[in-house]
């Protein structure tokens, strides 16, 4: 029940999943890993990606966390259930949230995914969209371009608006009814978002809804620190600290950032291996 909550992405774009867990759990401690060093995972092969999510997630073990959020979508959908096999805490993923979500939501319309090009290829949204709804309603969309936009902080540029509508004038024609923002940097373009597909159009927030669900199951375990004690502390780790992070860093998390420690990517392998060994038989 003290430890911290472990959150890590593969760079900043989880600093969204974090902020919304600070909003709905403020007596945790959350400790943030991101693998800036090996960005993007969404061009990344599913083998790639599952050993990096292994020890990104074994180096939070390492510090004690007592659940492993996967704040990045290509993660979830590519390794999601590996690492709960492979993991001694509870380990929640940003795709199945979001799903549900949608599932509550839609009214009876088409439902849209719009993602990377990795999480959109692992179509583990489609599959579980379709296995609740039926696959005839369910349309995906890579957005690749919106990623590089929001971190040089190109939100509110014409660019940004053409790229937007580029990728979102499928969906809109097709009348979908919720739209699920399938990467933790869509969140910094929602009015965006918003305004271009209508009000006739839900957004369904993976941030928001991964932070309700930790919140939920933190409950159900017992793990969830009792109302009323000290704030949580936020603690900050990365594979490299890029240039600008400071201010890409507060664009994404609300408020500016605190003391930020580096890890080097060639010694994450070794917690990985670590647990691995004190999980055999």
Known sequence: MSGPIGVFDSGMGGLTVLRALRERLPGEDLVYFGDTARVPYGTKGERTVRRFALEDASFLLSLGVKMVVVACNTASAFALEHLR????????????????????????????????????????????????????????????????????????????RQVLAEYLAPLREAGVDTLILGCTHYPLLRERIAAFMGPGTVLVDSADTLADTARAELQRLGLARPAGGRPGELAFYLSDVPWRFAEVAERFLGHPIGEVRTVNVNELAAPAAAARRKDAP
């Open 85 to 160: 096999a492979e993991l001694p805490v509870p380990v929640l993923g940003v795709i199945e949230p979001g799903v549900a979500a949608a599932v509550t939501r839609t009214r009876g319309g088409p439902v849209g995914v719009i993602a990377t090009a990795g999480t959109i290829a692992s179509r583990r949204y489609q599959r579980l969209l379709a296995a609740r709804l039926g696959g005839e309603r369910v349309l995906a969309r890579a957005c690749p371009l919106l990623v590089p936009l929001v971190e040089e902080g190109m939100i509110d540029h014409p660019v940004t």
